[in-house]
């Protein structure tokens, strides 16, 4: 244990309904480390349950905007010609993927307050 992060290790006990009981709010939580889930309650009192779909489809989103603009860069740099309507469509892109996160940290602080 000496290598560990945590090398103290704590124990307590606790009866069957009580286990029952951090189980189900594991599930609520969408854990399954016990260890994770009692340290933090312990150290913070609380845990917060995060939907990162939202958060993946953007990133998802921004990748494919990085390509786009790669692909651009590159046909730019062999023909020394960029087209108004790729440009149209990349700024349309972005100001979507903008409304996204603003949507997104919205939410983040709605589900705090």
């Known amino acids: 244990m000496a290598n560990r992060k945590r090398n103290i290790q704590l124990h307590f006990m606790v009866d069957e309904q009580e286990r029952k009981v951090i189980e189900e709010k594991m599930k609520i939580i969408g854990t399954d480390n016990l ?12 845990m917060i349950e995060l939907d990162m779909q939202p958060l993946n489809r953007l ?27 790729d440009i149209e469509v990349l ?14 940290t919205n939410t983040l602080f709605d589900d705090v307050t």
Not at 35 to 46: C, E, K, Q, V
Not at 59 to 76: C, D, F, M, Y
Request: glycine share 8%; no cysteine; proline share 0%.
């Open 91 to 104: 700024q349309t892109e972005i100001k979507k993927i903008k409304e996204d996160i603003r949507k997104f």
């Open 35 to 46: 260890g994770t889930y009692l340290r933090r309650m312990a150290i913070y009192g609380y």
């Open 59 to 85: 990133t998802v989103e921004l990748s494919r905007i990085g390509n786009n603009l790669n692909q651009l860069t590159k046909r730019a740099n062999e023909t020394g010609n960029i087209y108004f309507d």
